[in-house]
Structures are given as structure tokens and as C-alpha cells.
């Protein structure tokens, strides 16, 4: 079974410049969660789904970053224009569904330098 | 307010040692707990969680953490440690409230010197 997806791994723009994320989460999970990792900190929760839903998203800039998941399966996260402090790892995560208990699975994450 | 600290930025332990890598939390009510190790250029991987039950969990790569409710605390340990068990481990604790909102610790480098 294939894991969390993310691409681009890796993505270096000019600063104002747009950039574009995406997840496919692990198959039959309902709840997707968009992170922002800092070097040498813990993760950021940006925005969560279930499914098509976002159901959390107070922590998202809105006035740059915007998410979408149209068909409650994959996610796209966008930010633009990029500004020089947005350079770190944007990590993608999913659940089968909002229990306390549920583990997240991690994507490998997606690492943007922003010049 | 509700929040989750890891005291040490980082923990150096030679191999074959012990080591403990600490956890506390400040919360109401009854929490779920979590450890998670992300290895250099790695996404995050799960280790183990507490969530009722013995106080003592196990997890993988032979680690496990004492849950203290008294103390509050979560502490990862591992009998004997790995070089490569060096990473970046962090502390999640998830509240049950509305939101089921899940707070991370800031992470303790662990460091294992051969």
C-alpha cells in the first residue's frame, strides 16, 4: 500500500513568486491535515479536512495561503505570493477518520526555498 | 492554556546506554499521547501512543515511554541505544476537546555517539 504522496520534494522561487503543493493521502483516509515544519521545530498545523471539509483552519494565512480538496481525496496547497519567510517543509498527513486515537501517517514532505 | 514541553533541545548518549528522552504536558482532563521520530530529510514517523490502560507502552525499534499522570510527564526510552536511533523526536499530546486538537512538542535531538 502506497504512503502518503507529496510532490514536489523539492522547490526553490523567487520571493512573490506562486507555489503549489500537493498530497494524495493513504487510500479510505477521511481526515487530511496540512503541516508547516520549521528547521529544528515541531509541526505547524496550517488546515484540517474531513473529507472535503475544512474543518480547522484558524492557523492558515489567509491572505497568502489557500487550500483545496475538492473530492475529499487529494490536497493542493498554494501560497501567493511567497514571501522570503515561507521557506521551510510543508508536510502532508492523513487518518482514517477524527479519533483521538488515530495515528497520522506522514508524507516524506515538500521543502521550499524561497530566494 | 494547554501545551506540551520537551526541556532538552538535544540528548547525546553513547551507544549501548540507556536514554530518556522527556515529555511534559499541561492539560485538563485525560490526554492522548504520542511519540514520533523523524529521521534527516524524512517525514514524520509514528513510534508509539498511550492511550488507556498500563502505563508502560512499548513501540517500535525497541522504544518505549512511561505515561505519569501525577507528573504529567511522557518520557521515550530505549534499554540500550542505537547510533542509529539518532533523530529528531517529538512529543504530541491530543486534547480531547471539540477539536481533538494535537499539540507538538518543539523536539529533542538525540544524538548517539558510537
Known amino acids: 500500500e502506497a504512503g502518503v504522496v507529496q510532490s514536489p520534494r523539492y522547490k526553490i522561487i523567487e520571493k512573490k513568486q506562486p507555489v503549489a503543493f500537493w498530497c494524495n493521502p493513504i487510500?479510505?483516509?477521511?481526515?487530511l491535515y496540512w503541516y508547516r515544519q520549521n528547521l529544528g521545530q515541531g509541526p505547524e498545523l496550517l488546515i484540517r479536512y474531513e473529507n472535503e471539509e475544512a474543518v480547522d483552519d484558524s492557523q492558515l494565512p489567509k491572505d497568502r495561503f489557500s487550500a483545496e480538496r475538492l473530492k475529499g481525496v487529494d490536497s493542493t496547497l498554494k501560497i501567493q505570493p511567497a514571501e522570503l519567510g515561507d521557506s521551510a517543509v510543508y508536510l502532508c498527513a492523513s487518518t482514517p477518520g477524527e479519533s483521538g486515537a488515530n495515528v497520522l501517517t506522514f508524507g516524506a514532505g515538500s521543502r521550499l526555498t524561497v530566494l | 492554556a494547554q501545551s506540551v514541553a520537551q526541556p532538552e533541545d538535544q540528548v547525546n548518549v553513547a551507544e549501548g546506554n540507556p536514554l530518556t528522552v522527556k515529555c511534559t504536558y499541561s492539560v485538563s482532563g485525560n490526554p492522548y499521547l504520542f511519540w514520533y521520530v523523524q529521521y534527516p530529510n524524512r517525514g514524520l514517523q509514528f513510534l508509539l501512543k498511550?492511550?488507556?490502560?498500563d502505563n508502560l507502552v512499548k513501540g517500535s525499534y525497541g522504544f518505549e515511554a512511561e505515561f505519569n499522570k501525577s507528573q504529567t510527564s511522557f518520557h521515550l526510552k530505549k534499554p540500550s541505544a542505537l547510533v542509529s536511533d539518532s533523530a529528531l523526536y517529538f512529543c504530541?499530546?491530543?486534547?480531547?476537546?471539540?477539536?481533538?486538537?494535537?499539540?507538538w512538542g518543539a523536539g529533542t535531538k538525540l544524538i548517539i555517539k558510537p
Open positions: 487510500s479510505g483516509h477521511n481526515t
Open positions: 504530541a499530546v491530543r486534547f480531547m476537546d471539540s477539536n481533538y486538537q494535537l499539540i
Open positions: 498511550y492511550i488507556t490502560g
